[in-house]
Nanobody, 122 residues
Framework: QVQLVESGGGLVQAGGSLRLSCAVS????????MGWYRQAPGKQRELVAD???????NYADSMKGRFTISRDNGKNTVYLQMNSLKPEDTAVYYC????????????????WGQGTQVTVSS
């Protein structure tokens, strides 16, 4: 069973910074894309950023220049550095991992973390 454990959320004032981490454990043959999503109250879950195993990144327009996604392939961990936070960044942030396991190495699976709350006060 693959597990994703997120950490680093919390309460911060506008303009502040937070760093989220997501560690993936389990019998993983290979890790593909890892990413962060967020869901604010009453809104749909949206992509924040994702990163390929080769380090190619993709950001939602509103996060460009403020957020930085990175990963440690040796640790199967993905990070999200969030700077210049705004009240509208308040949401539950979810980690997502796309991987192949040893049972069927040609099949891609998606798993989600439990989410971590980020609250930005004005």
């Amino acid at each position: 069973q693959v597990q994703l454990v997120e950490s680093g959320g919390g309460l911060v004032q506008a303009g502040g910074s937070l760093r989220l981490s997501c560690a993936v454990s389990g019998r993983i043959f290979s890790m593909n894309v890892m990413g962060w999503y967020r869901q604010a109250p009453g809104k749909q879950r949206e992509l924040v950023a994702d990163i390929t195993s080769g380090g190619v990144t993709n950001y939602a327009d509103s996060m460009k220049g403020r957020f930085t996604i990175s990963r440690d392939n040796g640790k199967n961990t993905v990070y999200l550095q969030m700077n210049s936070l705004k009240p509208e960044d308040t949401a539950v942030y979810y980690c997502k991992a796309q991987y192949r396991d040893y049972v069927a190495v040609r099949t891609l699976h998606d798993s989600w973390g439990q989410g971590t709350q980020v609250t930005v006060s004005s």
